[in-house]
């Protein structure tokens, strides 16, 4: 008797919006665009408007037609390429594509098994960029990983862009802090990529809007300066249901969209072509406490919303992640975590932000939360593979061979490992309650930090040519105030 092959279905994407609501998503947004306006607080973005037959008021509220807006969402691409300094890890960004993962973002206090809630070091952030090379899952390194308070802020944008190409060689991320800071960071990635030009896109910068309804000086100095060089823009409305934005998650959804459709638009205005990806980071707010809520289902809503927008425009999308609320390493961030992180895989999200690490609603991060969230992603990762039809599926064979009551034992491993196609946890325990008590009875956190220890230990610096290295220190230096 022959084994029967099996195989498991591609999983369909998670839909929370149906065909009619992203039409009237839309619809509610140009009216927003088209006769409520957005601020543009950067006298070059608004020229662009005007330029194309936008209005701007005295305030700089400016209000663009229907038909640029869709022309220039158009003319961005439903896929690219994010290139590493190391080609084995460049990573695609959108179409049929695994989701680009990176880490926290922006955090300024670090958590820590042995120190608790503290302020962010330089040293944490020099930490946290090991993990993110060393850990599988992370495949793009991102940028402010943390957020420093032992370095002036002259200087903090060139100390960390050195540090992330020298200690990692995956895809990166650059600053958002105007104009200049882009500038540098990008002069600094060619350095390190060998392409001062930039021919291909190296860099990403996170742009956000200012809800509701405005974009800031800064962020659109950023926009405007990575767009001319061809760099990838994650537009992201961080509009807060009940807060900056309308109470209904539909209303705070349309501003959100509107605002990421201008930011999209003047992309192109500037450099038709430049990659973009589509960003809806919302959540609510928690009223009783006046308090950002990121691990409520409210945010996995909206996760599912920026997959399903960005489909319909046709461009990746950004979301979700390993988002908590919880002050501590415990079930809270746990399942909040996991929560919003299955549903941003679920909802074939592009580009995972935030991927691991988050505690505190982004405002702090925690090296053992990462390893733990990285630990999670492998589940999730694992799921998604499903069942391949790759030999026997079903081996009649050995079945018959088998007597009822009998067992299948024998088909472990010689070595006592579970079967190759069997799921190994690299953190949570599987072990008897004796044998687990008899090793110390460690929590999930106290093994975390254990996982961190070995990751930095097995951490090996990426190659770097000395001379490489050296123009990067010189940059540094000579651009100091």
């Known amino acids: 008797m022959n084994g029967i092959d099996i195989e498991t279905r591609p999983v369909p994407a998670l839909d929370r919006l149906d065909e009619d609501g992203v039409t009237a998503v839309h619809e509610a947004s140009m009216q927003i665009v088209e006769d409520l306006g957005i601020q543009l607080r950067h006298e070059r973005a608004r020229e662009l408007v005007v330029d194309r037959g936008g209005t701007v008021d005295d305030d700089g ?26 080609p084995d890890n ?15 973002y922006g955090s300024p206090n670090v958590y820590t098994y042995e120190d608790g809630r503290r302020s962010a070091r330089l040293s944490d952030y020099e930490r946290l960029l090991k993990l993110a090379q060393v850990e599988e899952t992370v495949t793009c390194t991102g940028y402010n990983l943390c957020d420093p308070a032992d370095v002036g802020q002259e200087t903090k944008h060139l100390e960390m862009m050195e540090r992330t ?13 105007g104009a200049e800071h882009a500038r540098a960071c990008m002069d600094m990635v060619g350095i390190a990529a060998g392409d001062p030009e930039l021919t291909d896109p190296y860099v990403a910068a996170l742009v956000n809007s200012v809800p509701p309804r405005r974009f800031d ?61 589509y960003g809806v980071p919302c959540t609510n707010v928690d009223v009783r406490h006046g308090s950002l809520s990121i691990g409520s289902p409210e945010s996995a809503l909206f996760t599912s919303f920026a997959a399903r927008m960005g489909r319909h425009y046709d461009v990746p999308s950004r979301g979700g992640g390993g988002l908590s609320d919880a002050k501590t390493v415990d079930y809270q961030s746990g399942f909040e975590s996991t929560f919003v992180q299955t549903v941003t895989a679920l909802s074939d999200v592009d580009f995972v932000l935030n991927a691991a690490g988050i505690l505190e609603s ?6 053992e939360k990462f390893v733990l969230d990285c630990e999670a992603i492998r589940h999730l990762d694992r799921f998604w593979e499903g069942v391949a039809a790759d030999g026997d599926g079903v081996p009649i064979d050995l079945m018959a061979a088998t007597p009822p009551g009998s067992h299948f034992l024998d088909e472990a491993r010689s070595d006592g490992q579970p079967p190759e196609q069997f799921f190994r946890p690299r953190i949570f325990d599987k072990r008897s309650h004796a044998d687990w008590a008899a090793d110390g009875g460690k929590s999930a956190f106290e093994s975390a930090h254990d996982r961190v220890q070995r990751q930095l230990d097995a951490y090996e610096r990426p190659r770097l040519d000395e001379d490489v290295e050296t123009a990067l220190r010189a940059y540094v230096e000579n651009h100091r105030p």
Do not use: H
């Open 217 to 277: 000086a800064k962020m659109l100095g950023t926009l405007l300066a990575y767009a001319e060089r061809g760099q990838p823009l994650i537009v992201s409305s961080f509009t807060i249901a009940g807060a900056s934005g309308p109470t209904g998650l539909a209303a705070s959804l349309a501003q959100a969209n509107a605002e990421n459709l201008v930011g999209i638009t003047l992309a192109q205005l500037v450099n038709p072509g430049t990659p973009v990806v």
């Open 61 to 86: 509220v400016a209000t663009i037609p229907r038909e640029v807006v869709e022309t220039c969402v158009d003319r961005a691409p439903s896929q690219f390429t994010l290139r590493a300094r190391n």
């Open 165 to 177: 190409l020298r200690l990692t060689d995956q895809p990166v991320m650059g600053p958002a802090g």
């Open 362 to 367: 982004y405002s702090t991060i925690s090296p």
């Open 90 to 104: 460049d990573v695609a960004v959108g179409g049929t594509a695994p989701p680009v993962r990176a880490p926290g």
